[in-house]
């Protein structure tokens, strides 16, 4: 079974910088949207920013736009989440995400179209 792996959570200072990875396969990168969501303690999970197939095309929630950003590297299959500028309500525990090849915005902003989930990874922001 393809999974998602994600590395680099962990622990920063308000105002600090994180970066999440999210390796997958070749054939997941090449025909699956990737996302990140988020769940804080007793909140639903959300949307955080995503990346259509090609990585043209990102969409990004307005709590977090202009402070992350995603990205991916073709040669590694990896798609990541640089987070600057944190607060400490970004703290969450953060899922990649893998959706069959969508397109339009609410498809990629949409929980519930993707089908592929990593195992989650937590990232703790001190203020």
């Known amino acids: 079974q393809e999974q998602l792996v994600e590395t680099g959570g962990g622990l920063a200072q308000a105002g600090g910088t994180l970066k999440l990875s999210c390796k997958t396969s070749?054939?997941?990168?090449?025909?699956?949207?990737m996302g990140w969501f988020r769940q804080a303690p007793g909140k639903e999970r959300e949307f955080v920013a995503s990346?259509?197939?090609?990585?043209?095309?990102?969409f990004s929630a307005s709590s977090v736009k202009g402070r992350f950003t995603i990205s991916g590297d073709h040669a590694k299959n990896t798609v990541y989440l640089e987070m600057k500028n944190l607060r400490a309500e970004d703290t969450a525990i953060y899922y990649c995400?893998?959706?069959?090849?969508?397109?339009?915005?609410?498809?990629?902003?949409?929980?519930?179209?993707?089908?592929?989930w990593g195992q989650g990874s937590q990232v703790t922001i001190a203020s």
């Open positions: 995400a893998a959706g069959w090849r969508l397109w339009n915005e609410e498809d990629l902003t949409t929980r519930d179209h993707y089908s592929v």
């Open positions: 070749a054939r997941i990168f090449n025909n699956y949207a």
């Open positions: 990346r259509a197939v090609g990585g043209e095309r990102t």
